[in-house]
């Protein structure tokens, strides 16, 4: 994983963001809670993004487990497979989190709309890419390659679908 330090830049505070990037899987997970492995994460925790393993399927999530209860956004279930590229996003619009939406290859897949408005600041904590502190002890730990991440304080994906980026951001 990649450990980016603390920033300013992080704080992408309760209005609009999207966070994303393109994924490859070598592997994908097949044991359930506590073995997500996550694109981005806070060291505090306070927010990630993540894939997790359902029953027998697949789904992006973006949650706060530092909420208690634990509150996540999820999207619908989703076909990954292995050694394929796949852009993941993230976007909100507003300060609430019934305005997030969840896309995988341009397509909306939100499942889920969870009530608050949650100020996602990690500019005093670490930002972590492709796993967490605590990755290689949890399964937290992206078995992959992770390219073309960007994190915006501006929902750049708001309706149900977009054409995917192909020049670099």
């Given at each position: 994983?990649?450990?980016?330090?603390?920033?300013?830049?992080?704080?992408?505070?309760?209005?609009?963001?999207?966070?994303?990037?393109?994924?490859?899987?070598?592997?994908?997970?097949?044991?359930?809670?506590?073995?997500?492995?996550?694109?981005?994460?806070?060291?505090?925790?306070?927010?990630?993004?993540?894939?997790?393993?359902?029953?027998?399927?697949?789904?992006?999530?973006?949650?706060?487990?530092?909420?208690?209860?634990?509150?996540?956004?999820y999207g619908t279930v989703t076909s990954f497979s292995t050694n394929q590229w796949y852009h993941v996003a993230v976007s909100r619009t507003g300060s609430g989190d019934t305005n997030l939406k969840l896309f995988v290859d341009g397509v909306d897949q939100s499942a889920s709309e969870q009530a608050g408005s949650w100020d996602y600041d990690i500019s005093?904590?670490?930002?972590?890419?492709?796993?967490?502190?605590?990755?290689?002890?949890?399964?937290?730990?992206?078995?992959?390659?992770?390219?073309?991440?960007?994190?915006?304080?501006?929902?750049?994906?708001?309706?149900?679908?977009?054409?995917?980026?192909?020049?670099?951001?």
């Amino acid at each position: 994983y990649l450990a980016c330090g603390t920033s300013d830049d992080w704080d992408i505070g309760d209005g609009d963001f999207t966070m994303e990037c393109w994924i490859k899987f070598n592997t994908l997970p097949t044991t359930g809670l506590g073995s997500e492995p996550r694109f981005m994460t806070s060291s505090n925790d306070s927010w990630f993004f993540r894939i997790a393993y359902v029953g027998s399927n697949h789904r992006l999530e973006f949650g706060t487990p530092t909420t208690d209860p634990f509150t996540a956004f999820y999207g619908t279930v989703t076909s990954f497979s292995t050694n394929q590229w796949y852009h993941v996003a993230v976007s909100r619009t507003g300060s609430g989190d019934t305005n997030l939406k969840l896309f995988v290859d341009g397509v909306d897949q939100s499942a889920s709309e969870q009530a608050g408005s949650w100020d996602y600041d990690i500019s005093t904590s670490n930002l972590f890419i492709g796993g967490d502190a605590s990755a290689a002890s949890t399964g937290r730990l992206l078995d992959g390659y992770i390219d073309g991440v960007r994190i915006s304080r501006t929902a750049r994906y708001t309706s149900g679908g977009f054409t995917l980026p192909t020049t670099a951001f």
